[in-house]
């Protein structure tokens, strides 16, 4: 169960739930996301009619979003569905014609990463944010473990911390990963990233991390997959739309925003040791660049 609302968006918890609901939850949450207007002033009895479900069983669902009941969801439902109306619509994915000039397709994939971003911030718990950015300026070292596209923002994001002083390293071959991991220690931070968080690789060395010691933490879009279960921290990314889902642009996006926030956050709490850091790397290259 997803412990507390906090604030986030209804409809973007329902498509990060959506991968690891039970079939009528399921059933539910299609219902909901593909028509959130019919039931935003619906009571609970017209709802169990339209959804087919028991009255019981639309509660237990309201519970399993964070809400204590009907009535606490009804109220935020009915407030983000206002809001939510007088706002432009986003264009759910690019939707590319054959006709299209670059810069309609620009502006196009403009609104995609727009929406990302904005539902990215709606999903993340920032008290947990702020957990993992404390665990991580006590952090011995870091690691980074992610496959394919998410290997590749592994080790973006490695470079970057590398920059401000942080002892980390980033891997995207399972079998390192796993040797890696057996050798963490307390004090040390591992951090996996899978948008689907049902990477067995990823979800795998997270395991063999924590059960040494490590503190783990997972970047993800679905707030109950595999990867969240052998996680200390758990760090939601948007991009629900399945059009959008693996290394699209919209994925890749959202998950280069939770990591620059990191990196954000990292410099604000440690500014001078930052900067410091930074312009030793950049010496160091430019030293190496006039030789």
């Not at 810069?103 to 994939?109: D, E, F, V």
């Not at 399945?242 to 280069?256: A, H």
Request: glycine share 6%.
């Amino acid at each position: 169960m997803v412990q507390s609302n906090d604030g986030r968006k209804i409809l973007d918890t329902i498509g990060a739930l959506q991968n690891s609901l039970t079939k009528t939850e399921k059933r539910i949450a299609e219902q909901i996301l593909a028509t959130p207007e019919l039931l935003a002033q619906s009571s609970l009895s017209e709802i169990a009619r339209t959804l087919s479900v028991g009255e019981a069983t639309f509660i237990r669902f309201c519970r399993s979003l964070g809400f204590k009941g009907f009535s606490d969801f009804k109220l935020d439902f009915a407030i983000e569905i206002a809001t939510q109306s007088q706002q432009p619509v986003a264009l759910l994915d690019t939707n590319i014609g054959p006709k299209d000039k670059p810069r309609q397709i620009a502006t196009k994939l403009q609104n995609v990463i727009n929406r990302v971003v904005g539902e990215t911030i709606n999903l993340l718990d920032f008290d947990e944010l702020n957990k993992v950015v404390k665990a991580m300026r006590q952090a011995k070292r870091i690691f980074l473990f992610g496959v394919g596209s998410s290997g590749v923002i592994a080790n973006g994001a490695k470079n970057k911390l590398m920059r401000i002083g942080f002892q980390v390293d980033a891997e995207n071959n399972n079998h390192f990963m796993y040797m890696q991991a057996s050798l963490m220690r307390k004090g040390d931070v591992v951090i996996g990233i899978s948008h689907s968080g049902t990477s067995p690789e990823t979800t795998k060395a997270l395991e063999i991390a924590k059960e040494a010691g490590a503190v783990t933490v997972a970047i993800t879009h679905n707030l109950r997959s595999p990867i969240t279960k052998v996680s200390d921290y758990v760090l939601n990314n948007g991009n629900r739309q399945g059009q959008l889902q693996g290394d699209s642009v919209g994925t890749q996006i959202t998950q280069l925003f939770v990591l620059d926030l990191i990196y954000a956050l990292l410099v604000q709490a440690e500014q001078e040791k930052a900067t410091q850091s930074k312009q030793k790397t950049v010496d160091v290259i430019v030293q190496q660049r006039d030789k």
